[in-house]
């Protein structure tokens, strides 16, 4: 919603972004994600108009100071995932306006967005095309009547849960399991799959859902579900900002993560991925299970270290340095996922971060970040999968010592300096 101003030929366009329902838990009400249509309608032939777009409650959100180096997509397609680019003059200023602008040639609609939406039809559609190929199965519904897809693949010894988008303002994430089912399944290539992906389906079953909150996604939500929940905080009782008992999941207020918690407890859990987007970092990175119970002893933080080495070699796009600052030992919050999912069952269990920013790493600023690297890094992550497989269950821990020094673990660390990049 706006209001238009100025000159002929020149107008600013005033935006609000709309805030999550609130969520009880975190007595806050979450807002970032925005997605919108801009139309101009009585522009004469070969005339233009340049209009400046203000969100005047950039400053409110969730991650404020995240909008520094953030920059806003447009397109005038928007069923094509692909065809987005960055608006690279967006600013953030000293009022805490987002602001940027776009000179419009002619009559008709612009879509602008902080990350390239995945549709609730393009997922529909994705999980039609899997059951071409795969067991998908509802795991239950969501408080909308939405089914909690779960694609079932593999025939190994090893369970991989791989869960995307419980935020649903992390479009990034559903891009990323598009990619990973896409090569794992052959959906573009009639059921065709390469060597690698053979041996990969023989190492392990999984258990992959593409989305964990279609509620929040339908009504563009940053972090919550219908009701406001935050389901990255539903996975184990807790307190709230008040320090009252708050229990988790139930299937009131998170369903979503009752159910697919009741399957895992069905059918274990030997490494788990948890895929997401992060307003800040513009870095993909893993972030641990450092201060669960299980990671004291050194197998647990060595598998990370495993997994995170073979994958920036497979995907230079995945790199290790930067990162959340891990938890001190016994700190972890408990309710998170793949803290949850860590001490539950004494397993690998990484949460994976991309950028909504441009990837410093590897930059590209008329893209950025885009629905296209999220795909193909969802597509690599099967190479470092295999290469980890022989460590999550070994009978002992003698394989730590033979492993070359490339694959030990390295504590992540927030703080980078731009100008190494
Ligand atoms: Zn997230």
Redesign the pocket.
């Known amino acids: 919603m706006g209001d238009q101003t100025g000159e002929e030929g020149e107008y600013t366009v005033l935006l609000q972004i709309k805030p999550d329902e609130y969520t009880v838990l975190e007595r806050r009400s979450h807002a970032q994600y925005f997605c919108f249509r801009s139309t101009v309608s009585d522009l004469e032939p070969d005339s233009a108009t340049t209009v400046t777009y203000v969100i005047d409650n950039a400053d409110k959100v969730s991650y404020p100071k995240a909008w520094k180096g953030s920059t806003v997509f447009y397109t005038t397609n928007v069923v094509d995932a692909d065809s987005w680019k960055r608006k690279t003059d967006t600013t953030y200023d000293k009022n805490g306006n987002l602001v940027w602008t776009h000179t419009h040639e002619r009559n008709g609609s612009i879509y602008f967005s902080y990350f390239p939406p995945y549709s609730y039809e393009r997922h529909l559609d994705l999980v039609a095309q899997c059951g071409g190929y795969a067991n998908v199965q509802s795991l239950g519904q969501t408080l909308d009547g939405r089914e909690m897809d779960c694609i079932q693949a593999g025939s190994g010894d090893r369970v991989c849960w791989i869960i995307h988008r ?2 649903p303002g ?1 479009p990034m ?1 559903e891009f990323y399991a598009e990619g990973l089912l896409t090569r794992l399944l052959g959906l573009d290539s009639n059921g065709e799959v390469d060597g690698l992906v053979q041996k990969v389906l023989s190492l392990y079953t999984f258990y992959i859902v593409p989305s964990m909150c279609p509620d929040g996604a339908v009504r563009g939500h940053l ?1 919550t579900n219908g009701v406001g929940s935050n389901l ?1 905080r539903e996975w184990a009782d807790s307190r709230d900002q008040l320090g009252a008992d708050y229990k988790a999941p139930t299937l009131e207020r998170s369903p979503e993560v009752y159910h697919v918690k009741t399957k895992m407890e069905e059918t274990g859990c030997d490494i788990f991925l948890d895929i ?3 307003e800040e970092l513009p870095f993909n990175f893993f972030s641990g299970a450092e201060g669960t119970v299980h990671w004291g002893g050194s197998r647990l933080e060595s598998l990370h270290g495993v997994l995170c080495a073979a994958y920036s070699r497979t995907n230079p796009d995945m790199q290790i340095p930067v990162g959340y600052d891990p938890s001190p030992a016994g700190s972890a919050l408990k309710n998170i996922a793949t803290n949850a999912v860590a001490d539950r069952f004494n397993c690998l269990a990484v949460t994976l ?1 991309m950028p909504f920013k441009d990837c410093l790493s590897n930059p590209n600023p008329e893209r950025g970040w885009s629905p296209n690297r999220a795909r193909m890094l969802g597509a690599s992550v099967l190479e470092p999968l295999a290469y980890v497989h022989p460590y999550l269950r070994a009978e002992t821990d003698d394989w730590i010592g033979r492993l070359p020094a490339e694959d030990a673990y390295v504590a992540p660390s927030s703080q980078y300096n731009a100008n190494d990049y």
């Open positions: 419980q935020h992390e994430a972090r990255n997401h987007g992060d971060e």
